[in-house]
């Protein structure tokens, strides 16, 4: 899973930098994951600006701007939630491309309706958004790690829609 990782962050990268992209993120269950991948790539200061981990309901509220109301009426882990991230994200820095993220990785937090392994993602970019729902399987590890190959896989597509 790390080569595959690794092979679709260089994908990322070239294709940021040939269409002169910034990306930022806004991570809940994977806890920076996603940035971190980001950041394991030597010169990706040229396209990656920076990332949130904003764990917390209040933390998703006070650095990213998220209504307490989406908050209180759907839960940090649903559609509204990371759409209202990538667009705190976007609005906070000057970056093109927003990345968000928020899950249960387990193994405790699942209800019958959002068992564990139920990860929500979304970006946007240039006003086009995207979201997607995942149920993954496995332990924690694993359901952390398929979230960051899902993001990386969805912002490969965000951008090539572009082109």
């Given at each position: 899973?790390?080569?595959?990782?690794?092979?679709?962050?260089?994908?990322?990268?070239?294709?940021?930098?040939?269409?002169?992209?910034?990306?930022?993120?806004?991570?809940?269950?994977?806890?920076?994951?996603?940035?971190?991948?980001?950041?394991?790539?030597?010169?990706?200061?040229?396209?990656?600006?920076?990332?949130?981990?904003?764990?917390?309901?209040?933390?998703?509220?006070?650095?990213?701007?998220?209504?307490?109301?989406?908050?209180?009426?759907?839960?940090?882990?649903?559609?509204?939630?990371?759409?209202?991230?990538?667009?705190?994200?976007?609005?906070?820095?000057?970056?093109?491309?927003?990345?968000?993220?928020?899950?249960?990785?387990?193994?405790?937090?699942?209800?019958?309706?959002k068992p564990?392994?139920?990860?929500?993602?979304?970006?946007?970019?240039?006003?086009?958004?995207?979201?997607?729902?995942?149920?993954?399987?496995?332990h924690r590890?694993?359901?952390?790690?398929?979230?960051?190959?899902?993001?990386?896989?969805?912002?490969?597509?965000?951008?090539?829609?572009?082109?």
């Amino acid at each position: 899973m790390l080569n595959k990782i690794s092979t679709l962050t260089e994908q990322l990268a070239q294709l940021a930098i040939s269409h002169q992209l910034k990306l930022v993120t806004a991570e809940s269950c994977t806890g920076g994951y996603i940035s971190k991948t980001l950041t394991d790539l030597a010169g990706s200061s040229s396209w990656f600006e920076c990332g949130f981990v904003t764990y917390s309901n209040a933390s998703k509220e006070t650095l990213l701007g998220v209504d307490n109301s989406l908050l209180t009426r759907y839960g940090a882990v649903s559609e509204e939630v990371i759409k209202a991230m990538c667009k705190g994200a976007l609005e906070r820095t000057t970056a093109h491309l927003a990345i968000s993220v928020s899950g249960i990785a387990g193994p405790d937090g699942g209800t019958e309706d959002k068992p564990v392994g139920t990860v929500w993602l979304g970006w946007q970019l240039d006003g086009l958004e995207h979201t997607a729902q995942f149920i993954f399987k496995g332990h924690r590890a694993d359901i952390r790690e398929q979230a960051v190959v899902e993001a990386l896989k969805g912002a490969i597509s965000m951008i090539q829609q572009k082109d």
